[in-house]
């Protein structure tokens, strides 16, 4: 059931076997899945390797073809794992936004897996990848210029359709508190940042505390809102084997709120590579390396303006550097939690042993993006 199918010659996303200390038990979810979808000849469970948060698992029974999500094994941060608000995020937001897979159950029982879960429908694609993957994951071949920058395009064209979004139909408002969130989301961040420090970092502290600062005075100005995703990259979005350019899904709505989408856009930045990055940066592999074509950031936010109705410049302006500052200490903040995750023993992945440095990495990233005011 591995994710060794192509067409066209580029790989579909695929499935591994289940990493060790991440199966699942097999009884339980059997008698689960009848229960709610009724006996099935077929059975199989495989893990998706990729991602550093919840824990994803493509789940075969009889002819449906299934995406399960659960929350990390020990993981204390019982906020940012809530699998019961992710479905109905996605069953509000799914029948308004086409890119939203369809949600099919959801369990809050933890005697079943050990932990709340649900269950959504498989949209197969193609994801493009950084370098932290499995082994057994072959990398993707380059793209041509030309469509990798289609790829990109697609990428900010897709997140200013959602920002776009009616927030006051089916129901959406109700999913977040908008007002006060730039100044809630900073706070949080940087509360979480200090819960899950092991050894000092002042660049990161020095990025939060200038973030508080800057984003007061955001706050006092006018505020969009819109349905935010909070975690919008390339590994994130399911694009059409026929054509790269084409996204078919956009992943991982665990974070998504009513907010305010200059962070949205903020998250995206901090995970975008471009040329010229430092080397301890790209080497995170936390997005597809920079080639050929692949946009730069500051071509991202223009064209994001471009999209949204919104000028690079004059009243509602966005503050790109207050943007990205704050996506570079978010994904540094994620890469402390499970980093301590990793040194606590919670969790074997190999992957995250390196974390700590990539910690470092984003906060010094982020020093100098200060320093010189502009991303």
């Known amino acids: 059931m591995n994710g060794g199918s192509h067409a066209g010659g580029i790989a579909l996303d695929g499935s591994l076997p289940e990493r060790e200390g991440e199966a699942l038990d097999r009884d339980r979810l059997a008698a689960y ?15 998706f390797p990729s991602g550093f948060s919840n824990l994803t698992y493509r789940v075969v029974w009889g002819e449906r073809d299934l995406v399960l999500r ?35 159950a959801a369990c809050a029982d933890p005697a079943v897996l050990g932990a709340p879960f649900f269950l959504m429908e498989r949209i197969a694609g193609v994801i493009l990848r950084g370098d932290l993957r499995a082994a057994t994951l072959a990398p993707m071949t380059p793209l041509a210029p030309a469509m990798r920058r289609r790829v990109d395009c697609a990428l900010v064209a897709e997140l200013a359709a959602l920002h776009r979004l009616d927030v006051a139909a089916g129901g959406l408002a109700e999913l977040g508190r908008p007002e006060g969130y730039l100044e809630r989301q900073v706070a949080g961040w940087t509360k979480r940042s200090a819960a899950a420090t092991v050894e000092p970092l002042p660049e990161l502290v020095q990025a939060f505390e200038w973030l508080g600062r800057r984003g007061a005075e955001l706050a006092r100005g006018a505020t969009r809102i819109a349905m935010v995703h909070n975690d919008f990259k ?28 200059r962070l949205d856009l ?19 592999g936390f997005a597809p390396a920079p080639q050929p ?15 949204i109705g919104n000028s690079a410049s004059g009243d509602g302006a966005i503050d790109a550097v207050f943007a990205y500052v704050f996506g570079l200490a978010k994904i540094a903040t994620i890469a402390q939690q499970i980093h301590v995750r990793y040194l606590s023993g919670a969790t074997r992945d190999p992957r995250f042993a390196a974390l700590g440095d990539g910690v470092h ?10 320093d010189r005011d502009r991303v």
């Open 33 to 47: 899945l009848t229960e709610t979808f009724g006996s099935a000849e077929r059975f199989a469970v495989e893990q």
């Open 293 to 307: 074509g692949s946009l730069t950031r500051r071509e991202v936010v223009a064209l994001y303006c471009e999209a």
């Open 234 to 261: 390339h590994d994130n979005l399911v694009l059409d084997p026929g054509d790269l350019g084409t996204i078919r899904a956009v992943l991982d709505w665990e974070m998504a709120t009513i907010g305010d989408p």
């Open 361 to 370: 990495a984003l906060a010094r990233h982020a020093a100098d993006v200060l």
């Open 266 to 284: 903020g998250t995206t930045l901090g995970y975008w590579s471009e040329a010229g990055d430092p080397a301890a940066l790209t080497a995170l």
């Open 70 to 104: 659960r929350p990390p094994f020990g993981s204390q941060v019982a906020t940012a794992h809530d699998m019961l608000r992710e479905h109905a995020v996605l069953a509000r937001l799914s029948p308004l936004y086409p890119r939203a897979p369809r949600p099919l």
